[in-house]
C-alpha cells in the first residue's frame, strides 16, 4: 500500500489555518484561491485546504472560552458523515457538500483539500447512526476510550470491518467531492493526548490509506499532528504520504532552530511520494480568525529567507498559512524564486553536515541532474562567519546572486544573526 504517484513531488499551496483558524468561510476560501491561481501556480503552488472545524456550527463564538466549543453543534448526514457548515459554506446546501466548492478551485487550475479529525462523531455515536453499507451503527464503531484531548468533536474508531466500512464511506463521499488532499489531524501521534496510547492511531492511518485505494481517487494524505515518531518511520512511510515531524510551527525563532534538529533526524527518509512535513509557513499576514487582532509574520526577513531556504533544501512540503489577499512583495519573492525551490524536489537529496548551537551547515545533490547546494546558516544571535570546507571551486549564492567566496577550498560567509546563505556550486 503506496500512494507515491499521488506526490512525486512534495505538495505546495495554502491552507487556511494560520489566519482564521476555526472560522474560514467559503468567501474567504475562494478570494485566497483566486490569489494562488494568479500569482503562484506557475511557480508550484496548487492546494487549497480548508483546515479544522469546516462542520461546526458557531466555530469561534466562544472564543474567550474555548478554541473548539465542547459538543457543539455539528452538520452531518443519515451516515455519521460530517458535513461543511452551509452558514459558513453557502454552496454546500441541500446535501452537495464540497462538491460545488471544489468545482471552483479544480476551475483555477487548483486542487482542493480538507482537514478532517480522526475517528467518527461523538455526535453519531451518541445517536446510533447508521454507516453506510453494514447494518452496524456508529455506537458500536466508536471508541469511547480513544479520544483527543484538544478537540472534542471525535471518538476513535475500532479495528473492524464496521470501522473500514465507515472509512470508506467517508473517503466515498470525499472522493465524490473532489477532494485532492486529506489532512488528518490526531493520527501522527497520539502519545501528547492519549495516556499510555502510543501510537493507538495506527490502524485508522491503514483504515484511511485501504479506503483512498479502494476509491480509486489520488488523494495525496497527511498526518498531522507531531512530532512523528522516528520509530515509526517505515509505517509512515507505507501509507501516508506527508507526516508531521513538529507540533504546530509558528514565527517564533526558538520553534525554528529546533527544526535543525527535527531535520537532521529524518533527513534520510525523503522519497518521491514520502515527505516528512515541517508543517506550514507562518508568513505574511497571520491570526485574523483567532479572536484577536491579525499580525505579521515575527519572523524577522532573514528568519524567513533561513527558514524557506531549510524547508526547500531539506524537502519539506510547503504550505502557506498567510492571508493571500493581503499578500506583500516582500512575501511573494520567497514564494518565487524559482532557484530555491528548484531544491524541492525529491531527487535532491539533503544533509546536514554539521551542526551546533551557533551554526548549520547543509548539502544536497540532485542525483538525476548532478546540481549540487550548500547552505551555510548562522543560528546565533549575532553576526557570524559561518564555513565549511568543498571541493567545489566557484558557486552562486540563490537569495542575492553574489558569487560565492571560496578560499583554500572553504566556502564561507559573514552573515547576520539567523540568517542564511544557500549556493548553486559547481
Known amino acids: 500500500m503506496h500512494k507515491n504517484t499521488f506526490a512525486p513531488t512534495p505538495p505546495m499551496g495554502w491552507n487556511s489555518y494560520d489566519y482564521y483558524d476555526t472560522t474560514v468561510n467559503e468567501e474567504q476560501v475562494r478570494a485566497n484561491a483566486r490569489v494562488l491561481a494568479e500569482k503562484l501556480i506557475p511557480f508550484g503552488w496548487e492546494y487549497v485546504v480548508v483546515d479544522i472545524e469546516w462542520y461546526a456550527h458557531d466555530p469561534g463564538s466562544m472564543r474567550d472560552k474555548f478554541q473548539y466549543i465542547p459538543f457543539g453543534a455539528v452538520e452531518m448526514d443519515e451516515y455519521a458523515r460530517l458535513l461543511p457548515d452551509p452558514a459558513r459554506f453557502p454552496s454546500s446546501a441541500n446535501g452537495q457538500g464540497f462538491a460545488p466548492l471544489a468545482?471552483?478551485?479544480?476551475?483555477?487550475?487548483?486542487?482542493?483539500?480538507?482537514?478532517?479529525?480522526?475517528?467518527?462523531?461523538?455526535?453519531?455515536?451518541?445517536?446510533?447512526?447508521?454507516?453506510?453499507?453494514?447494518?452496524?451503527?456508529?455506537?458500536?464503531?466508536?471508541?469511547?476510550?480513544?479520544?483527543?484531548?484538544?478537540?472534542?468533536?471525535?471518538?476513535?474508531?475500532?479495528?473492524?470491518?464496521?470501522?473500514?466500512?465507515?472509512?470508506?464511506?467517508?473517503?466515498?463521499?470525499?472522493?465524490?467531492?473532489?477532494?485532492?488532499?486529506?489532512?488528518?489531524?490526531d493520527i501522527c501521534n497520539t502519545n501528547n493526548w492519549v495516556p499510555g496510547g502510543g501510537y493507538d492511531g495506527r490502524h485508522e492511518i491503514e483504515m484511511l490509506a485501504k479506503a483512498i485505494e479502494k476509491h480509486g481517487r489520488p488523494i495525496v494524505l497527511s498526518l498531522s499532528p507531531?512530532?512523528?515518531?522516528?520509530?515509526?518511520?517505515?509505517?509512515?512511510?507505507?501509507?501516508?504520504?506527508?507526516?508531521?515531524?513538529?507540533?504546530?510551527?509558528?514565527?517564533?525563532?526558538?520553534?525554528?532552530?529546533?527544526?535543525?534538529?527535527?531535520?537532521?533526524?529524518?533527513?534520510?527518509?525523503?522519497?518521491?511520494?514520502?515527505?516528512?512535513?515541517?508543517d506550514m509557513l507562518p508568513l505574511g499576514i497571520l491570526g485574523g480568525g483567532f479572536g484577536k487582532d491579525e499580525w505579521n509574520s515575527h519572523f524577522t526577513r532573514e528568519e524567513q529567507r533561513t527558514m524557506m531556504t531549510l524547508w526547500c533544501l531539506f524537502g519539506s512540503p510547503l504550505m502557506l498559512g498567510a492571508e493571500l489577499t493581503k499578500l506583500d512583495d516582500w512575501t511573494l519573492s520567497l514564494l518565487t524564486n524559482r532557484d530555491i525551490l528548484a531544491m524541492l524536489t525529491p531527487d535532491c537529496r539533503p544533509r546536514q553536515i554539521c551542526r551546533s548551537e551557533s551554526e548549520s551547515v547543509w548539502t544536497a545533490e540532485n542525483v538525476k541532474e548532478g546540481t549540487a547546494y550548500l547552505a551555510l546558516f548562522n543560528l546565533s544571535d549575532g553576526e557570524k562567519r559561518v564555513g565549511t570546507q568543498t571541493r567545489y571551486t566557484a558557486g552562486t549564492e540563490l537569495w542575492t546572486g553574489a558569487v560565492a567566496r571560496i578560499e583554500n577550498g572553504e566556502l564561507s560567509a559573514t552573515l547576520p544573526a539567523h540568517a542564511c546563505a544557500v549556493y548553486k556550486m559547481w
Open 103 to 185: 468545482q471552483y478551485i479544480h476551475s483555477l487550475g487548483l486542487k482542493f483539500g480538507i482537514h478532517i479529525m480522526r475517528g467518527i462523531p461523538r455526535a453519531a455515536a451518541h445517536a446510533h447512526a447508521k454507516i453506510l453499507g453494514v447494518d452496524v451503527t456508529a455506537d458500536m464503531v466508536a471508541d469511547p476510550s480513544s479520544v483527543c484531548r484538544w478537540n472534542p468533536d471525535m471518538y476513535g474508531v475500532r479495528d473492524s470491518a464496521a470501522g473500514q466500512a465507515y472509512y470508506d464511506s467517508i473517503i466515498g463521499l470525499y472522493a465524490s467531492w473532489g477532494v485532492d488532499f486529506i489532512k488528518c489531524d
Open 226 to 278: 507531531g512530532p512523528a515518531l522516528i520509530e515509526k518511520a517505515w509505517h509512515y512511510k507505507q501509507y501516508a504520504n506527508m507526516w508531521r515531524i513538529t507540533d504546530d510551527f509558528w514565527d517564533d525563532w526558538k520553534l525554528l532552530k529546533a527544526m535543525f534538529y527535527r531535520c537532521e533526524l529524518w533527513q534520510d527518509h525523503i522519497e518521491a511520494g514520502c515527505y516528512p512535513d515541517c
